[in-house]
């Protein structure tokens, strides 16, 4: 992941996030939403990415369907029950953070 | 929207083969990273040729590629450890535990201590090649090659090698009978483990690839 350490504690919220709102992604349209949904500003190398679906995958948080794709072999994450669970927990985490952060930087703009 | 042929597709996935990312199911992803990212350029008005795309991709990202497989592998290891634990805690592995500690317990108390180690170290040489064999069996038969499989079988046969035989000393284990019993029902109950794990793996490949299988 490139940019901003800051983004990296996130990338798990953000994986979640973008599979929540999809039935099923693989690993380089992830890195391509990410890199449009915000303009560039943030680029998941696959360093970072494939990792951490690994990791997801094996805390049963996603589950992984192969297909035959364009002559070769695609591998497809989806989000289990859990891994539904665990977003909504993730994005609240996430959104208390924020909030959290806000508080600190500018105190005056959190109070408006 | 152009795609890229077979031999194309072949292309990356030797290289990648060569490069000793060896397992299918690890190869297949990073083939499809590299060819849509490939495809993604050539779309985009990248005027070079497919191997020179690849080439430049190549060497700004292999570092990254094969550093990112080596902590793959250290992943996939602790996974297995964890499976073995899960499966040591499951219902039956606390059945046969028990019942390993329990003929353990009537061979010690019944037998003598030399028939009672020879018993011992013949049936667990005997599991442990059993065991070997079935593994072996249930990885030949794949038609890709599964990661989490074949690091069961590197870390058992680590095991098969590593893991001396113990075997019962009454002047040195003296009270701690009981935990040599411990000790010696759970080295026993490890090839069993082992085979649970890969069992356990190759059915979850099973539903993961029962599209192409």
Redesign the interface.
């Not at chain 2, 297949?28 to 990273?33: F, S």
């Given at each position: 992941m490139s940019n901003s350490k800051l983004y990296k504690g996130s990338l798990t919220t953000i994986i979640l996030k973008l599979l929540n709102e999809s039935d099923k992604m693989?690993?380089?349209e992830i890195t391509?939403k990410v890199k449009e949904l915000t303009k560039g500003e943030l680029k998941i190398?696959?360093?970072a990415l494939?990792?951490a679906l690994?990791?997801l995958e094996?805390e049963g948080l996603l589950e992984?369907?192969?297909?035959?794709?364009?002559?070769?072999?695609?591998?497809y994450y989806r989000l289990t029950e859990n891994g539904e669970k665990e977003t909504v927990n993730k994005l609240n985490e996430l959104a208390n953070y924020i909030s959290t952060m806000q508080n600190l930087v500018s105190p005056k703009l959190s109070l408006e | 929207m152009e795609?890229?042929?077979?031999e194309e597709?072949q292309f990356i996935d030797n290289y990648l083969d060569n490069s000793d990312i060896v397992y299918g199911d690890v190869r297949?992803?990073?083939?499809?990273?590299i060819?849509?990212?490939i495809e993604?350029q050539i779309n985009a008005g990248d005027n070079r040729s497919f191997y020179d795309i690849f080439k430049a991709y190549m060497i700004d990202?292999k570092s990254?590629?094969l550093?990112?497989h080596k902590?793959?592998k250290k992943?996939t290891d602790k996974?297995i450890i964890k499976t073995l634990f899960n499966q040591l805690l499951s219902f039956k592995g606390i059945l046969f535990f028990i019942s390993m500690g329990f003929i353990l317990y009537i061979g010690i108390n019944y037998l003598e201590v030399k028939t009672f180690n020879r018993i011992l170290i013949s049936s667990e040489l005997l599991i442990q090649i059993g065991v070997l064999v079935l593994i072996l069996i249930t990885y030949k038969k794949n038609k890709i090659r599964y990661s989490a499989l074949e690091r069961a079988l590197v870390l058992y046969v680590i095991y098969i090698f590593g893991v001396f035989n113990l075997k019962y000393n009454a002047s040195f284990w003296g009270e701690f009978v009981y935990v040599f019993l411990l000790v010696k029902a759970f080295l026993v109950m490890l090839p069993i483990l082992f085979l649970m794990t890969a069992i356990k793996f190759k059915n979850d490949y099973e539903i993961?690839?029962k599209?192409?299988l």
């Open positions: 693989y690993g380089y391509q190398t696959e360093g494939y990792p690994h990791k094996a992984v369907e192969v297909k035959k794709v364009d002559n070769r072999l695609r591998k | 795609k890229l042929n077979k597709i297949l992803e990073i083939v499809d990273h060819a849509t990212d993604c990202n990254l590629i550093n990112n902590a793959f992943a996974k993961k690839f599209s192409i």
